[in-house]
């Protein structure tokens, strides 16, 4: 209530008037808010514009823009059409870091709302213990349900209004940061849910973004070819370069679309060889850092030796005895460069390419001549493909789920 009881002076949010707003009572509609354990309601004053003598309440858009951020700090939740949502909701999902997405908050939302819930209706039936014993036995309703908590597309649909809200500052923070690492990548995934007039009419989007995670530019085209594409990386560098940044760029090709080219030359994906070939085709890319074998190597032998008795083991039977998940968790990755890469990928085809790459119905993995192909072309991207000097593009962001996925990389 501003101006109940901070006394501010306001104006009519109304374009083309500067009316001051008067006291009007209390706002008709109260409001649900979502809090972390529970729920809590809000009220609002009535306010109507002294000159054209419409009225608003107190908690929208028009209202807040006015106050100093002394204020406007204090407004305690987003607003939606139907249900609100805490800032301290809205806090958990802006924090988007691996595996903390919409599904889990919800996860997590209902659980401690459950909690909370139970505690009150032990509180409830207990006081009502109390009546019973005090009067003579009268019938007690039961504790009210929960209400159930909002869905976690809510949930990102409340993200998305706190980000319009704040879509300037991020703005000006996205473009004093710029980064030096830039991605860039298209899907479908977006465009497929395009409904109403809009859908069909864009095919992809493509971002690009840095190495701290923001989005620079997002645009949405018919075709993933280069036409579509060359304005927005025009425009891209024209800003890169008016910041005096372009220079220092270097541009690489994600590994993850190398390997996919060579995943397009195969004969099936559901080949029984399929998933080793993948994973055979990353180590071929790819190597442990050396420093962290060898710490890795340092820390599983005193482990052996005081778990297991397995005392004066050589090196390579302490590494023979570290798992793949120690691996994946305790070593960072880099790349091996284009000339080891190369011989190692051309081993792996002659391999793949005789008997050892068919399965037991004698059917090849791959498709001799399209692989050819795709070998003589990919040869010349493995340049582009290297880490940068001091820099490792790649870290692992997921547990492996399925064999296919398991090499799947990203920032
Ligand atoms: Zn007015």
Redesign the pocket.
Known sequence: MPHRIWHLQLT?P?PL?T?SMTKAGLYRTIRRVLEIDGWYLMATEYLE?R??K?KVGGWSQGIIRQLSPTYSCQFPAVLTYKLSCDMRVVAQLRSRTLGNSANRLYNSLREQHSDTWMRRAILYLGICEQFRALCSARQIPPPPQMPPVPSPVWLLTVYGYDVLTRLDEYKARITSTFGSILKMDSTKKVTKKLAGAASDTAAWVTNVGNEHGQVLISVLTCSESAEGLSTMAAGLMRRYRLAGEWEKLVVRLDIWHLMRRFASGVTTESHELYPTFMRQLSHCIFEVDPDDARRLTEAKRPQLEGKHGMVGLTDAAVIRRISREEWRLHCRRRTRGPEESAILIQELLDTFGGPAGRDTLDIPLLDARRIEDIWSTQKTHLSCIQDPPGVLLYTQTGRPSTSRRSWLMDW
């Open positions: 009519c109304q008037c009316g514009c000159r054209c419409k």
